[in-house]
């Protein structure tokens, strides 16, 4: 079953514990955390005191998404915040076996994402080391984007080397995702949806989530 991994970027802050539980008991999957650091994106969110405070208020995996520059400084330290899954951009990560050995150093389980402008071929020489390869379907830095369609054939295509090479990594796309990009995605291979503005700007949580997994069904 295609999973929902709901951003907390769109949240409200303010009550950041009551919205995680609103989505857990709605039938997410993941909490998406998405740390900015104002260099590799234009934007600045949180760091690991936040995935600290936040790992007691759920069960579900906390799925941190780093959009930082020089990831390898701050691994350690959101993996003992609580992160279960860490992903880091391929675009900043010149060294990347050894950044995704940290990751499983640490017992997390580790993944790569690519912008849009970003050949999925990049992912080719690490696709046996990972547990997760997340595909973006924006530029990052904000929510609330418009979805960039013809990234759906890099889903297909890393969907096809995961099958050629019988890997199981899990495929995550973010950003833009809502009932109507939902399918595309999920029928091209991708396992996990990531969805921010298009949950948390509805007052009802389930029925949010809900309406993205009904549209799969389509
Ligand atoms: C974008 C972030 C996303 C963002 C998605 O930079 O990585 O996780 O929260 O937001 P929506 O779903 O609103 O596009
Ligand atoms: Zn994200």
Redesign the pocket.
Known sequence: MTKIAP????ADFAKLGKEINDVELGGADYI?V?V?DGRF?P?ITLGPLVVEAIRPTTKLPLDV?L?IEDPDRYIEEFAKAGADIITVHQEVSPHLHRTIQLIKDQQVRAGVVINPATPAELLLPVLSDIDMVLI??????????S?IENTVKKIRQVAQWRKEQGLEFEIEV?????ASTAKLCSDAGADVL????????QQNRRQAIEDIKAALKE
Do not use: E, R, W, Y
């Not at 951003?7 to 769109?10: A, F, Q, T």
């Not at 973006?136 to 984007?145: A, H, S």
């Not at 973010?174 to 809502?178: A, F, R, T, V, Y």
């Open positions: 951003s907390i970027l769109s998406h998405d900015m994106v934007n998404h959009m973006m379907t924006v530029n990052p830095g904000f929510g609330g984007q979805f973010d950003g833009g995702i809502k990531v969805a921010g503005s298009a949950i948390f700007s």
